[in-house]
């Protein structure tokens, strides 16, 4: 499976949640997918998804779930001990580990070598990290939402994209709608 894969069985799942979606092809993907007024796309800012996230479910009551890359992660290495150390248990960081950075041309990343991210984020401090297979990620998100307790998920899949289009909606739009929706 490909992260496109793990997108498309996630969704039953996610649709009525708060998302903040990584920069690039993840935010295309879901946007072409399911594009729901609860879904912030990241359309410039590599690495800040999780902080965004995390900020964001300390911010309010609703659960947060983030939806970020193992490229994106090692750019914004800072943000697992922040997560640790300010945890929310109203948030879910659903990393997809695919060793590679997909947006830019799948070039490897340091996670398809020799760095786990899940050792990392354990090393950070958080306490509740869940690694799986891409197959399984539906149902570990599922069960995180269910929980009350912070959740790091590192679901490793295959590297690979599919075609999309770019998003076109103005990024002022895409900050209002989501905006109205954490109000609501």
């Given at each position: 499976?490909?992260?496109?894969?793990?997108?498309?069985?996630?969704?039953?799942?996610?649709?009525?949640?708060?998302?903040?979606?990584?920069?690039?092809?993840?935010?295309?993907?879901?946007?072409?997918?399911?594009?729901?007024?609860?879904?912030?796309?990241?359309?410039?800012?590599?690495?800040?998804?999780?902080?965004?996230?995390?900020?964001?479910?300390?911010?309010?009551?609703?659960?947060?779930?983030?939806?970020?890359?193992?490229?994106?992660?090692?750019?914004?290495?800072?943000?697992?001990?922040?997560?640790?150390?300010?945890?929310?248990?109203?948030?879910?960081?659903?990393?997809?580990?695919?060793?590679?950075?997909?947006?830019?041309?799948?070039?490897p990343t340091y996670a398809g070598k020799k760095t786990s991210l899940t050792a990392v984020a354990k090393a950070c401090g958080c306490e509740n990290v869940i690694e799986c297979s891409a197959k399984d990620t539906a149902n570990v998100v599922?069960?995180?939402?269910?929980?009350?307790?912070?959740?790091?998920?590192?679901?490793?899949?295959?590297?690979?994209?599919?075609?999309?289009?770019?998003?076109?909606?103005?990024?002022?739009?895409?900050?209002?709608?989501?905006?109205?929706?954490?109000?609501?």
């Amino acid at each position: 499976m490909i992260r496109s894969d793990i997108l498309k069985e996630l969704i039953p799942v996610i649709s009525d949640q708060l998302v903040v979606c990584n920069i690039g092809l993840p935010s295309q993907e879901l946007h072409m997918l399911d594009d729901q007024p609860s879904n912030f796309y990241m359309l410039g800012t590599m690495g800040l998804s999780s902080s965004i996230g995390l900020g964001l479910a300390l911010a309010q009551n609703k659960k947060v779930i983030s939806i970020d890359g193992d490229g994106s992660v090692l750019t914004n290495f800072g943000t697992l001990p922040t997560i640790a150390n300010n945890a929310a248990d109203n948030f879910i960081l659903l990393i997809i580990d695919n060793g590679s950075y997909g947006s830019t041309g799948d070039q490897p990343t340091y996670a398809g070598k020799k760095t786990s991210l899940t050792a990392v984020a354990k090393a950070c401090g958080c306490e509740n990290v869940i690694e799986c297979s891409a197959k399984d990620t539906a149902n570990v998100v599922k069960e995180a939402i269910a929980g009350d307790k912070m959740t790091i998920i590192v679901s490793k899949c295959e590297s690979g994209n599919i075609k999309v289009p770019v998003i076109t909606m103005d990024p002022v739009v895409i900050r209002d709608r989501f905006m109205k929706t954490v109000a609501s």
